[in-house]
């Protein structure tokens, strides 16, 4: 059994993944996709997610393309933007409030909720270790996530994450200090920054 030259196309220009809903647009259905399951040509490592076989599944990746709302946050943006080196042992995602989160924690991901007006605030875009590009937020909208939500994280890791901020030639102090008004935490900013300076 062969890749249909659509379905192919697709994958190629998604680093060889590919959602049901994508394969769907396409004129691929689901039953299609399931006998090429079968055969050997696709592999299913998640529900809604289709890969080339014996190709790594880049997990961060193929999770938003399922669930686009999802924004990496916390642990996960600091480890994405290199301010942390300790690998995230569960993806940290921030999702409006009210969206459905249950099969999120499921799949073990730690998962914070914002406010709708809020959710993509200081947004971007990192590239995973796999070479996908992924939404995350800025990293100066992480330090403020992190100090907002520190009594579930780490203290050093949080410490260590402002200090190499503080080094780093990509840094925006305005920008932080603006993001830290939004999300009123200021003059917690200020005490760590105080005691790193």
Known sequence: MTIPAELKTILTQNGNTITAAEANAAGISNERLRLLVQGGVL???????????????????????????????????????????????????????GYNTVKLRKEGFTVYTIKRDLHTVGTTEAETMFGHTVRVYTMERTICDCLRSRSRMDVTLLTNALRRYVRRKDKNLNTLMKMAKT?????LLHRYMEALL
């Open 43 to 97: 592999e299913h490592p998640s529900f809604g997610v289709y890969v080339l076989p014996h190709d790594f599944v880049d997990r961060m990746y193929a999770i938003q393309k399922r669930r686009p709302k999802i924004i990496y946050s916390h642990e996960t943006a600091l480890f994405l933007h290199d301010l942390t080196d300790r690998d995230p042992i569960s993806y940290a995602v921030t999702v409006p409030t």
């Open 183 to 187: 999300f009123r935490v200021e003059q």
